[in-house]
């Protein structure tokens, strides 16, 4: 680095010791003064100052930047950044440009490699800055301070903390580690994953020559490594042979230096490694095994690391040295060892079996002879397998047996068969018990019944589907409800402008299909995840009983009916019109499925779902709710149909839409409901619904709408339509009754629209959803500009009941697609009427 030296081209220091001068209003206030001053400040601060023009050119620059850039100051002023120094121009220009629009570029962290002209190892943290007179943007501050230092300790620190680290991680192994191979595999790991070396493994002498027990990281390198122990090979004088024969660490600073490795320097070379170390691991006294450490850095290993380093094999051997004594007791408490491994699993039952021939069981647990059914004279001496049945997946079993033979631990979930011939899902943990050899003399298995798990996890894959379901039916509904507006506006004009009577009606009968169409999209909404469109307060059995009297013509003779509706129910907070809809679904499900006639039975009651049941169904809450109960004598429903009931478009019926119970399902689920399906082939199909019980704050929405005079009018509207033939429709009819329309396809398009427009916008008539910008942002920033303004929403999807943007007020109002053209145009005039009466 450059030593600083204070610039004086600007005053010496004879112009700042005088104290009477500087306390002089006018010398303080002296340009040169000043100037020697700054000057003074720039050439003794450490951090590195410059000031640049637009042009990128310096104007003043202290040494530390100068010296950053391996230039001298006087090298910088008046020149480019490019000219001065390209390689940081290079590497920011980009920052330039920001700086100069305006955007200060802060905390940038830069090395000598990015900035400099002459190598080194400098660290830097700059800061950019728009530097502004009158506002404008006239050139570029940079302020940079030398963090080297820093970094440095920055990352002794980090070598620190991984090491303490790996420590740590290695102590945690040897009190959890359950085998000599376990407790070699986590030490290399650690030693890769937290000690960041390239390579760890654990050599471990076979009679002449040295296997790998175990290895992680760059281990391809091993694949043709050779370590022998004879001392005339010169194999053997390696890291690792040396620590084996000699019992002390050897530490290789260069490997690819030293003669002593000249064996593997190509191999070394291939994978970078530059340094290398091998600690001795003993058990009782003698060396069983060496750790080696391979490093791509050449002197990594410092004294300090080794110092530590060395304080992991005492660990290793300590452990070693327990799993010894482990040894030796199990030989001498076998017995004893398998029985507490069986009593341990207390709520689990544990079945242990030989090894060997037909893995007859010798053991059985209380536990597993309850969840079975069986004794324990049924169970002794019979092969394990004799819990399997029809439905037990055969590649289940086959993992099992591939775990059987090659004496290994494995977990596996299978349908097996109490004594009675119930199925129930087993999680069954099959562990091997080794002898002092490594050899398996006998197997546990763990049998856990998962069948209530099993059965919540398909309710929740069943829930999700039904969703993704409800919001494809959304979507669908939605666009589709677009095209009805279209047809059903043109076929209302073509019905009133056609002279021809039979062309007139053909007209009304494209309307009519509309109509029935447009249901058809209600009952998809009702499906997906929308809201209820009007809400309130209910008697179940008093719509049910209306319901069904008016449904006793569409039942049936051939069908009794026995009703069971509870009095003085609590109330429900449901929309009536989808309740009797639901009610009207059950029924004609139940009908559908009795053919040759039967019974119908409904019921009303109130129940309580506890917490149990909300654990097993994840959408219920726990609390009071109001029942409705639907019961045929049916044909019924299989497995495979019963999973599948609610899901819309499904169907067993030549005629039916798949709509009836998923309509049911979403309206319930919609007013926080619950609904559940028993049903069996040939046993006919009960179905109930849980609302549940109104809470005593809910308050019906109550609205009075105004009658207009007229549907004309001469107000200024903008029409907000994504979809062209929609609006184009609304807005040409909009014109037709003399409103002066303005249109625009999308949000960011309607702002732009009022503000070039000069005379007051009376109301806006937005779609809900549409891209860029939705109907809801719309309206705030039209408001912001226009308060007076009234707003009428439109949309596919109903109203969802908590949006207060599209809440009706006197002021906004919202129409559900497919509207009818007087419809909007007596909306529209409700609206603007209101608003006039009210100044």
């Not at 002197?299 to 070693?320: G, N």
């Not at 019924?636 to 599948?644: F, Q």
């Not at 308060?787 to 129409?815: C, I, K, M, Q, W």
């Amino acid at each position: 680095m450059r030593r600083r030296e204070p610039r004086r081209d600007r005053g010496g220091p004879e112009s700042l010791t005088d104290a009477s001068r500087a306390s002089h209003p006018s010398v303080a206030t002296d340009p040169a003064y000043r100037a020697a001053l700054f000057d003074l400040f720039l050439e003794n601060t450490p951090t590195g100052f410059a000031l640049l023009d637009r042009e990128c050119r310096y104007l003043v620059v202290n040494s530390v930047l100068a010296d950053g850039h391996g230039r001298s100051v006087a090298e910088h002023i008046g020149r480019r950044v490019a000219e001065v120094s390209p390689r940081a121009w290079s590497n920011l220009s980009g920052v330039y440009e920001r700086v100069l629009a305006g955007e200060v570029v802060a905390n940038l962290r830069l090395s000598a490699d990015q900035v400099s002209e002459v190598p080194g190892h400098r660290q830097w943290l700059a800061s950019y800055y728009p530097m502004r007179i009158d506002h404008q943007v006239v050139g570029v501050g940079i302020v940079a301070h030398d963090v080297s230092e820093l970094t440095d300790t920055q990352g002794v620190l980090e070598e620190r903390t991984r090491l303490y680290a790996m420590l740590a991680a290695t102590n945690r192994a040897v009190i959890e580690a359950t085998s000599p191979a376990d407790l070699f595999t986590t030490v290399c790991r650690v030693a890769v994953e937290i000690g960041g070396f390239a390579l760890a493994w654990v050599g471990v002498p076979d009679g002449a020559v040295v296997d790998v027990a175990a290895r992680f990281g760059n281990s391809a390198y091993l694949d043709e490594l050779v370590v022998r122990l004879d001392p005339g090979d010169v194999t053997s004088r390696g890291p690792t042979g040396r620590a084996l024969a000699e019992g002390t660490p050897q530490i290789l600073n260069d490997f690819l230096g030293a003669n002593m490795t000249q064996p593997w320097h190509a191999r070394a070379a291939k994978f970078g490694f530059r340094a290398s170390a091998a600690f001795p691991i003993r058990e009782a006294g003698e060396v069983v095994a060496a750790l080696g450490l391979y490093s791509k850095q050449v002197a990594y290993f410092t004294d300090e690391l080794v110092a530590a380093l060395s304080e992991i094999t005492p660990v290793l051997s300590f452990a070693l040295d327990r799993f010894a004594s482990e040894r030796i007791r199990e030989a001498d408490e076998e017995r004893l060892r398998t029985h507490d491994r069986a009593l341990r699993a207390i709520s689990q039952g544990v079945l242990i079996t030989a090894a060997a021939g037909e893995r007859r069981i010798i053991y059985a647990s209380p536990s597993f002879l309850t969840l079975t059914g069986y004794s324990e004279g049924e169970v002794l001496g019979r092969s394990a397998t004799f819990l399997d049945g029809p439905e037990t997946d055969p590649s289940a079993i086959a993992v099992i047996d591939r775990a059987i033979a090659e004496e290994r631990e494995t977990l596996v979930e299978l349908v097996n068969y109490r004594k009675d011939g119930t199925p129930f899902w087993n999680r069954l943990t099959l562990t091997p018990v080794l002898d002092e050899r490594g050899r398996a003399t006998h197997f546990i298995g763990v049998n856990t019944d998962i069948t209530t798990a099993r059965e919540m996890e398909l309710q929740l894959l069943q829930s999700q589907k039904l969703e993704a379901l409800g919001t494809l039916a959304g979507g669908v509904a939605h666009d589709f409800n677009n095209m009805l507006l279209v047809i059903r506006g043109y076929s209302s004009l073509l019905a009133q402008r056609l002279e021809d009577s039979s062309l007139r009606e053909m007209a009304q009968r494209i309307d009519a299909a509309v109509e029935k169409a447009a249901d058809f999209t209600r009952r998809l909404l009702t499906f997906s995840r929308g809201q209820m469109v009007r809400p309130q307060r209910l008697d179940l059995s008093a719509v049910v009983r209306d319901a069904l009297s008016l449904l006793e013509r569409m039942i049936g003779e051939d069908i009794e009916v026995r009703l069971d509706l509870a009095t003085d129910l609590p109330a429900v907070v449901v929309d009536q019109a989808q309740l009797e809809q639901a009610i009207l679904n059950l029924v004609t499900n139940a009908r559908e499925a009795m053919v040759a006639g039967g019974s119908l039975a409904v019921r009303t009651a109130l129940a309580h779902l506890d917490e149990d049941y909300a654990d097993l169904h994840p959408e219920v809450t726990p609390g009071p709710y109001v029942t409705l109960v639907v019961t045929d004598s049916g044909e019924g429903m299989d497995e495979a149909t019963l999973l599948r009931a609610f899901e819309p478009f499904y169907t067993t019926k030549p005629n039916g839409t798949g709509l009836g119970l998923s309509t049911v399902y979403g309206i319930v689920r919609r007013c926080g409901g619950h609904v559940r399906v028993a049903s069996s082939r040939g046993s006919g199909t009960t179905v109930t619904v849980y609302l549940p019980v109104v809470p005593v704050t809910f308050e019906e929405p109550s609205l009075e709408p105004r009658v207009p005079t007229s549907l004309r009018g001469d107000e200024t509207l903008l029409v907000v339509e994504d979809v062209d033939e929609a609006r184009e429709l609304v807005s040409g009819y909009l014109r037709e009754l003399g409103y002066r329309v303005l249109v625009a396809r999308d949000g960011l398009e309607a702002l732009e629209r009022v503000d070039s427009e000069e005379s007051p916008l009376d109301a806006l008539v937005t779609d809900v959803v549409m891209p860029r910008m939705n109907g809801r942002e719309l309206a705030a920033r039209v408001l912001a500009r226009c308060p007076e303004t009234v707003v009428l929403f439109t949309s596919g999807f109903p109203r969802p009941e908590n949006d207060e943007v599209t809440a009706p007020t006197v002021r906004s109002a919202f129409l559900e697609k497919p509207y009818g053209l007087e419809e909007i145009a007596h909306a529209l005039r409700d609206l603007l009427d209101g608003i006039a009466r009210s100044r």
